[in-house]
């Protein structure tokens, strides 16, 4: 018997609970033990839960217990996360998050102490919810030269955009019921303005390009200044708006590195994932495109692959995973000036000013709006020539 104890029991961590009972004889095959739940800590009382007699609100029950084994960290934020985390890997205990904004943040030097420890820190659930990716990253494709990834990585934000397209629902009303089916962070800011995306690409960068990126060194702009107009003239063009997040090499190697909505063809494979899907494209040098699909948020797609790294734990309770990657430094991210693109530029009236400012543009008037779909050009001069101009909306055109 393995004991595991699971910190949190909000929609993650009660999830995880529900999975690891309800799928008790298929986890025992796994790994060969039974995964017995030990403690799980929480401030709340759950009197009604059938696993009552496990609630602890006091840390030290588990960091003291030297049956623990494998620790699942769902508590969400860094504070007391990361304390607890750090503290649990320095016990020699392997721990499973799907905290994101932890790895994003500290997945180095946690990597490090349980590396140190002779421990595991795994964290598939903290990108993509229920999608392999963080292990078919460091193990199925890692014969590649990874040249680019980039994904639809927040499913709140591609629910909401759904929502607003097809149901014609405002975008206050289609959060809150993100929030309600359990998708949206504890501060929903988190996702409308792209931070959740942008932790889970750091990640991603972190793993495929070996250093660590931090989400403070990321260029990120999140939804709140796409309108269901652009989304509609959009349409008209060919284009769906997504957010994305996107990380390559640049000509001189440094890593070109953002989070933003995009518009995208309405034949790019991401065009199409709709709902709380998210949708990860990886180009490898060997492979060419592999795409990475499935819902992105939720009780248990989340749990599902928090799950999954328990059993990794328990499986190797005296070997250690080889996840790993160096420091990084904020001068390997090339500016987000830099970045080459084309753009989506709405304006007032017959855009004859625009015109000027971005010749050769694509070019569609409607209702006195005019909108230029422009030529690539540097973003640093895109927004020179920005400036110069009354501009409704400004959004950059993906090529994936
Ligand atoms: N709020 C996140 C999302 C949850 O909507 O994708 C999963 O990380």
Sequence with gaps: MISVAIMGHGTVGSGVAEILTTHKHKLFSAVGEELYIK??????????????????????????????????????????????????????????????ELVAKHGRELLEVAKENNANFLFEASVGGGIPIIRPLSQCLVANEVDEIAGILNGTTNFIFGKMINDNMDFADALKLAQDLGYAERNPEADIEGHDACRKICILASLAFGKHVYPESVYTEGITKVSLEDVKFA???????????????????????????????????????????NGIMVKGDCTGDVVFYG????????????????VDCAKHLKARKRIFWTEGNSKDIASYKDSVTA??????????????????????????????????????????KLNSLQVLSAIRIGNL
């Design 39 to 100: 403690h799980i800590l929480d401030l709340r009382d759950f009197p009604d839960s059938p696993l009552a007699d496990r609630f602890t609100k006091n840390f030290e029950d588990i960091i003291n217990d030297i049956e623990v084994r494998v620790v699942v960290e769902v508590m969400g934020g860094t504070n007391p996360a990361y304390d607890f985390v750090k503290r649990c890997l320095m016990a020699g205990k392997s721990v499973v998050t799907s905290n994101k």
């Design 235 to 277: 349409s008209k063009l060919g284009y769906v708006i997504k957010l994305i997040g996107d990380v390559k090499r640049d000509k001189e190697g440094k890593l070109d590195i953002k989070v933003c909505p995009m518009l995208l063809s309405k034949d790019c494979i991401l065009a199409g994932i709709n709902d709380v899907f």
């Design 295 to 310: 819902k992105g948020a939720g009780k248990l797609p989340t749990a599902s692959a928090v799950v999954a790294d328990v």
């Design 343 to 384: 753009m989506y530029i709405k304006v007032a009236g017959n855009g004859e000013e625009a015109l000027k400012a971005f010749p050769n543009s694509k070019v569609m008037t409607e209702d006195n709006k005019t909108v230029l779909i422009t030529k690539e050009y540097r973003f640093g001069e895109i927004e020179e």
